[in-house]
């Protein structure tokens, strides 16, 4: 058999005019989440001055993300796809704007410092039951526009659009608040996801493959859970993925080096934000030109130890540009981790069950961030700021040590 001219193509998938619109309207929406959760963290700690403040945003989405996810789930595979896309990202919109209005001088006014905080975890609060329901239809509507030849490489792209997003929303949102306050950058997050909800608008409709009423919701739930668990190569990624993040969250802690410890303010602080995701956008660049074709269970679990190397650094580190740097190599291996872990969850999963079992990954991956900023918070007020992220450094290769030997079907898993 002749090898497919099509699996060499670095632009395969984003030769599909509709596959485009979901990269662009995804582009706008993760740049603006991006620069309201750069907002947000450095908003909450000049309200409060307490580190653990900036864990609790963490707590404040993930709690209703994960009670909300495996039931997002079951809708999903029951639902048309892009109308409930659609709908996800206007309810952000509508979230943005009551940001918006906290942050004006009317609200300072009439209202103390810990109301207006208070209000802003209440809007996470309810992100985090949309996102339960966004995040993973933005995954499973992917591979209902691209034929599945092609899964990989619109992956790989999926991936970069998410993580160059990342870096503009990041280091655009430092500088945003530097030059116009929290004001002028919410506006500029609610004209990018209203663009988003113009380009979504333009895919087609995607119903469900799915007989309304098949399923009692708890037996289409658990169809999707025993699927990952049955699935050794998913589970096995994902608990990995969990783990790392958890333990290795430095980046929670951010706001906190770039005022006390490094002294560096909203642009030094933009610039730390975005330097992981400068990492990964640059691998993942590589990766679509020159995709990884063995080891990739192996090769995983090598970037993840590193990406816990890079942590420790970055937490005993007293020099900028030193910091910058471990920063943005762990965005590089984290980078790699992505879309591995990516390709795997688009290649097993079936047609039907996708929204079941990428609200199953959301809970792993998605979630873990949140918990890992709470982590975070909750370890920097125990031990510190230096510490903790140490701390979160070793257990990050800890993770790895016991995976290496736990988890054999992962180690030397290729595809």
């Known amino acids: 058999m002749t090898p497919d001219p099509r699996r060499n193509d670095p632009f395969a998938a984003v030769r599909i005019a509709e596959y485009?619109?979901?990269l662009f309207g995804r582009f706008a929406f993760i740049m603006g989440l991006r620069m309201m959760s750069t907002l947000v963290g450095w908003w909450i700690y000049n309200l409060t001055n307490a580190p653990i403040a900036i864990g609790l945003i963490g707590l404040s989405e993930v709690i209703p993300a994960i009670s909300t996810a495996l039931y997002a789930g079951h809708v999903i595979?029951?639902?048309?796809?892009?109308?409930?896309?659609?709908?996800?990202?206007s309810l952000y919109f509508m979230a943005v704007l009551v940001l918006l209005f906290l942050s004006t001088s009317f609200t300072s006014e009439h209202l103390a410092k810990h109301w207006i905080a208070i209000s802003i975890y209440a809007v996470v609060f309810c992100t985090g039951i949309v996102r339960s329901f966004t995040g993973p239809v933005f995954?499973?509507?992917l591979a209902h526009?691209?034929?599945?030849?092609?899964?990989?490489?619109a992956t790989t792209w999926n991936q970069g659009t998410w993580l160059s997003a990342s870096v503009t929303g990041h280091a655009t949102g430092g500088f945003l608040i530097a030059a116009f306050g929290n004001t002028g950058t919410l506006i500029t997050i609610a004209s990018l996801v209203f663009?988003?909800?113009?380009?979504?608008?333009r895919l087609q409709p995607r119903p469900s493959l799915n007989e309304p009423g098949d399923k009692k919701t708890w037996d289409s739930v658990k169809e999707g859970i025993r699927f990952v668990i049955k699935t050794k190569e998913v589970l096995g990624a994902l608990s990995l993925d969990l783990f790392a993040v958890l333990f290795g969250g430095a980046v929670a802690m951010v706001p906190v080096y770039a005022r006390d410890i490094l002294k560096v303010g909203p642009q030094?602080?933009?610039?730390?934000?975005?330097?992981?995701?400068?990492?990964?956008?640059?691998i993942v660049i590589m990766l679509t030109l020159f995709p990884l074709r063995k080891q990739q269970g192996r090769k995983l679990l090598f970037v993840v130890a590193g990406f816990g190397l890079c942590i420790i650094t970055f937490a005993i580190s007293k020099i900028f540009w030193l910091s910058f740097a471990a920063l943005?190599?762990?965005?590089?291996?984290?980078?790699?981790?992505?879309?591995?872990?990516?390709?795997?969850?688009?290649?097993?999963?079936?047609?039907?069950?996708?929204?079941?079992?990428?609200s199953v990954n959301s809970m792993f991956i998605n979630s873990s961030n949140e918990l890992g900023q709470f982590e975070s918070g909750v370890a920097a007020n125990l031990m510190g700021v230096v510490p903790s992220v140490v701390f979160g450094g070793c257990m990050t290769l800890l993770v790895v040590f016991i995976t290496w030997f736990k988890a054999p079907t992962l180690r030397k898993m290729e595809y």
């Open 20 to 22: 485009r619109n979901l």
């Open 77 to 89: 595979d029951m639902s048309e796809k892009r109308k409930l896309l659609v709908r996800g990202v």
């Open 139 to 141: 995954n499973v509507i």
């Open 145 to 153: 526009i691209v034929p599945k030849h092609h899964l990989q490489n």
């Open 195 to 201: 663009l988003s909800i113009l380009l979504l608008s």
């Open 268 to 282: 030094g602080f933009g610039f730390l934000n975005c330097a992981a995701d400068v990492g990964s956008i640059f």
């Open 328 to 358: 943005m190599v762990s965005g590089m291996l984290d980078g790699v981790s992505v879309v591995v872990r990516g390709t795997i969850m688009q290649l097993k999963t079936p047609d039907h069950m996708r929204g079941r079992v990428m």
